[in-house]
């Protein structure tokens, strides 16, 4: 099992900036694939982003936060990221960090989630 722990969400202002954290912890010698994902009010949960945990990162993402979304990861820290420019007022929600186990063909273990309201 691999906790997560996420950080870094707030109030920003339109065209801001945030940079979000996850920390992970446990059996992380079992992760195949770190992800984002959100939620706004009323809304399902949608995938923001996600990254390999070995090798070659192949991030890839939604196509609503290309070229303003980065993820990225830090396997000595066991930490993945997730920063966010240009940030809108429909990037508002709650942001989730998942993780994907090897051999498993879905995100299995969450953070309990972080705020991100982007105000105009």
């Known amino acids: 099992q691999v906790q997560l722990v996420e950080s870094g969400g707030g109030l920003v202002q339109v065209g801001g900036s945030l940079r979000l954290s996850c920390a992970a912890s446990g059996r992380t010698s079992s992760i195949y694939a770190m992800g984002w994902f959100r939620q706004a009010p009323g809304k399902d949960r949608e995938f923001v982003a996600a990254?390999?945990?070995?090798?070659?990162?192949?991030?890839y993402y939604v196509d609503s936060v290309k070229g303003r979304f980065t993820i990225f990861r830090n396997n000595a820290k066991n930490t993945v990221y997730l920063q966010m420019n240009s940030l809108k007022p429909d990037d508002t929600a709650v942001y989730y960090c998942?993780?994907?186990?090897?051999?498993?063909?879905?995100?299995?273990?969450w953070g309990q989630g972080t705020q991100v309201t982007v105000s105009s």
């Open positions: 998942a993780e994907r186990g090897i051999g498993e063909g879905d995100f299995g273990s």
């Open positions: 990254i390999t945990w070995r090798g070659g990162s192949s991030p």
